[in-house]
T-cell receptor, first 110, second 113 residues
Framework: EDKVVQSPLSLVVHEGDTVTLNCSYEVTNFRSLLWYKQEKKAPTFLFMLTSSGIEKKSGRLSSILDKKELFSILNITATQTGDSAIYLCALRSNNNDMRFGAGTRLTVKP | NAGVTQTPKFQVLKTGQSMTLQCAQDMNHEYMSWYRQDPGMGLRLIHYSVGAGITDQGEVPNGYNVSRSTTEDFPLRLLSAAPSQTSVYFC????????????FGPGTRLTVT
């Protein structure tokens, strides 16, 4: 059965710190891996990764996928209090099934 | 563009009652899906659809029905509500294939007593 495991489950840092969030997975037919940020309400899309070794970047956030070791990381540099959220990793398989991890709750203190 | 809309925002049901959660999108997306989110469990896929007339089961389909008669609408039906269905429900949509940015609706908080 397809599975997505995120670590850590929660993390508390101070503004300016750099954080790395982890997502490991098992999937039968990989199509893509996606990262979302969820604040108070609905998740918002961050990145979609399909190929190993190609870093996706958006401002202070970046992500990379390793399809051989079956994991992805999400990096946030120079964290701000507005980065406080739950970060979700999701796996899409070729049959369009989507599996989400439980999420990492990030708290950034001033 | 209204994006993905969901109604109602909140609902309280008694055990055994039925109801339909509404979801609509105005982006002409082929792919639509329903998730439930419970504390500590992330999002779990209930049902999804890759186009009008086509639906499929996700990870947790039991107790829920869906249909897709138009591209825009994807209602989720609870036939006989149970306390285990207390959750926050999200509808999402995206284009099928290519860049897969999935847009989520604002959610429906359902309580079954």
């Amino acid at each position: 059965e397809d599975k997505v495991v995120q670590s850590p489950l929660s993390l508390v840092v101070h503004e300016g710190d750099t954080v790395t969030l982890n997502c490991s997975y098992e999937v039968t037919n990989f199509r893509s891996l996606l990262w979302y940020k969820q604040e108070k309400k609905a998740p918002t899309f961050l990145f979609m990764l399909t190929s190993s070794g190609i870093e996706k970047k958006s401002g202070r956030l970046s992500s990379i996928l390793d399809k051989k070791e079956l994991f992805s990381i999400l990096n946030i540099t120079a964290t701000q209090t507005g980065d406080s959220a739950i970060y979700l990793c999701a796996l899409r398989s070729n049959n369009n099934d989507m599996r989400f991890g439980a999420g990492t709750r990030l708290t950034v203190k001033p | 563009n209204a994006g993905v809309t969901q109604t109602p925002k909140f609902q309280v049901l008694k055990t055994g009652q039925s109801m339909t959660l509404q979801c609509a999108q105005d982006m002409n997306h082929e792919y639509m899906s329903w998730y439930r989110q419970d504390p500590g469990m992330g999002l779990r896929l209930i049902h999804y659809s890759v186009g009008a007339g086509i639906t499929d089961q996700g990870e947790v389909p039991n107790g829920y029905n869906v249909s897709r008669s138009t591209t825009e609408d994807f209602p989720l039906r609870l036939l006989s509500a149970a306390p285990s269905q207390t959750s926050v429900y999200f509808c999402a949509s995206s284009y099928e294939g290519g860049s897969y940015e999935q847009y989520f609706g604002p959610g429906t908080r359902l309580t079954v007593t």
